[in-house]
């Protein structure tokens, strides 16, 4: 999921992990990432903001979610090239990787590997003011922004407060 702090040219990338079976959030973790298209410019000259924290918040993410996981276990993602490599390093054994392609809303298809995924995402945007679009209640700090996600991710998953 992407997002950004405090300017568009600020990009952020928000690497989550769910369980497939109940929706619940394994983890959340926020990363830098470089600005694209016609920002791209922008923020590497205002903000020298060309750090690109993705595959870091990836590993925190699934190094979460393995600490959470039974011993053999299916990970489903996208078709991103780095992600074969970071769950095989992240779960402890008896891993497989099946990379999927999202459906479009449009597919005549009843199997969406990547829905629950999609839909955490879309109940986060919905949510959390913050990660709205084009709001004025923008994120300030990424560390802010992780702090709302772990408060998240408690908060829907249920866990005890007390």
Known sequence: MQTFEHAAAKALTIAI??????????????????????????????????TNESAAACKAALTLAGQAAKPKVTVACDRAPTYPGLVASSFPSGVSVAP???RSL????????????????????????????KTWATTKKREKLQDRLDIYIAVNNGYSFI
């Not at 992990?17 to 694209?36: E, F, H, M, S, Y």
């Not at 449009?106 to 945007?125: V, W, Y």
């Open 106 to 133: 449009g597919s005549s298809a009843d199997f969406d590997p990547l829905f629950k995924l999609n839909h955490a995402c879309a109940k986060i945007r919905a949510d959390l003011a913050c990660m709205a679009r």
């Open 100 to 102: 999927y392609k999202s």
């Open 17 to 50: 992990a769910i369980r497939w079976k109940t929706g619940k959030l394994l983890a959340a973790k926020v990363g830098r990432i470089p600005a694209n298209g016609h920002l791209a410019e922008i923020g590497k000259t205002k903000y020298g903001w060309t």
